[in-house]
């Protein structure tokens, strides 16, 4: 009873209100063309308790006061939608009007900023609500609160969105006035935006960073890779190859190919459970050069991706020639397989590598020469990350000897 009848004596003040101070004057109102412009309404915040909720403190923002130690922290709207604060202590009261899509403000910040503050509206109140803890204000301040951050730089824009000063943080949180459970969901809410860009510690941003070869054992070509940012989970893997398979273990990963393959397969990263709204849903900035800008509405990030390439390892074949006369030098071998043809030439001990073959089976020719017995063409098989060794050996030619028997005597 008492607190409706707080409601009711607050209601009856909101055309005196401002966003974040008292009664601060009586703002220029511009008429524009219906559809262009909205009209601004505020309402009492309250806790989960049904506390009405106070600032904890007061700074100095871009030469205006925002906050007041024990204020009453009033909640925005334009036209009736949940409206933000991107300009903290700047005036503004029921009744106002601001132009739609025309904040220069919200012009002014950069492209990080902007898609920062899209992202804590879409973890925070206006994309994912329903999986915040507390009443429906508290996720509101909390969400406020981040913006704040944003747009004036207390939390940087980009990475881990790592906050650099309380200025914004204690006008809402402190000694004297915790409001608790609105910095139970702000924290929640960082907690999820620090993790937004995180992706696997062996994948990268680009498409073509990380490249890891595939190890050869027992029948099959593997590797496990560790996730050292523990955000393997919440991501989702799709393979180029439909061959070459992903699994996911805690936070391990293991990429297997039963054969090898030639050149390199992209494994492809998303991250899943990010927040969605409607595909038509907008963030509309309301401004006017001499009023407080807004921002409302929200809409869908763009995707994580992370991705690495592995390739099957690739083999050597060793060839060791011998003689029956000791001679092994020079000795021309054609190598031939897997679309490759080429001729290689013993040194001066019959040795000879051939380094760098993919996987597969090769056909060895030796080189004919009349001395000796012709040669046999031989197979070899070449595991990624082996060396074959596969031996040839010349045998001279040896002439028949034919005895004839002279029976004739003298």
Avoid at 33 to 49: E, H, L, V
């Amino acid at each position: 009873m008492i607190k409706s009848k707080f409601k009711k004596v607050t209601s009856l003040l909101m055309a005196a209100l401002m966003c974040v101070t008292a009664f601060a004057g009586i703002g220029t109102t511009t008429v524009y063309a219906a559809g262009d412009i909205g009209t601004i309404s505020f309402s009492n915040t309250y806790d989960s308790n049904g506390n009405a909720m106070r600032y904890n403190g007061s700074a100095n923002i871009g030469g205006y006061t925002a906050g007041g130690t024990g204020n009453y922290k009033y909640r925005m709207f334009v036209d009736g939608e949940t409206a933000f604060c991107i300009q903290p202590g700047v005036p503004l009261k029921t009744g106002n009007t601001l132009k739609k899509a025309s904040s220069e403000t919200w012009n002014a910040l950069s492209s990080n900023q902007k898609k920062a503050v899209g992202l804590a509206l879409l973890y925070g109140y206006q994309g994912n609500r329903n999986n915040l803890s507390g009443s429906d204000d508290e996720k509101w301040l909390a969400t406020q609160t981040l913006v704040w951050e944003f747009v004036t730089g207390c939390r940087e824009a980009t990475g881990s969105y790592r906050k650099t000063s309380n200025k914004v943080y204690n006008l809402h949180f402190g000694s004297n006035y915790a409001n608790s459970g609105a910095k139970a969901v702000y924290d929640k809410i960082v907690d999820m935006l620090e993790q937004h860009s995180t992706i696997p510690s062996f994948m990268a941003s680009g498409k073509n960073d990380i490249t890891k070869e595939l190890a050869y054992k027992d029948g099959k070509y593997s590797i496990t890779l560790t996730d050292n940012n523990g955000v393997l989970s919440d991501f989702s893997f799709v393979s180029a190859d439909s061959d070459v398979k992903v699994s996911k273990s805690g936070n391990k990963l293991t990429i297997t190919s039963a054969n090898a393959f030639s050149g390199s397969v992209r494994i492809s990263a998303t991250r899943n459970n990010v927040p969605t709204v409607s595909s038509s849903a907008k963030l509309i900035a309301y401004g006017d050069p001499d009023l407080q800008d807004l921002v409302t509405g929200v809409e869908n990030a763009d995707s994580v991706n992370a991705y690495i390439n592995v390739e099957t390892p690739t083999g050597t074949i060793a060839l060791k020639k011998t003689s029956e006369d000791g001679v092994v030098a020079g000795i021309r071998f054609t190598i031939e397989g897997e679309g490759i043809k080429k001729t290689v030439v013993t040194d001066e001990n019959g040795n000879l590598t051939v380094e760098g073959l993919f996987p597969a089976t090769y056909t060895i020719t030796a080189q004919s020469i009349d001395r000796y017995e012709p040669q046999q063409t031989q197979k070899v098989t070449l595991i990624g990350g082996k060396t074959t060794t596969v031996n040839f050996n010349n045998t001279l030619k040896r002439g028949k000897l034919e005895v004839v028997m002279d029976h004739s005597g003298p």
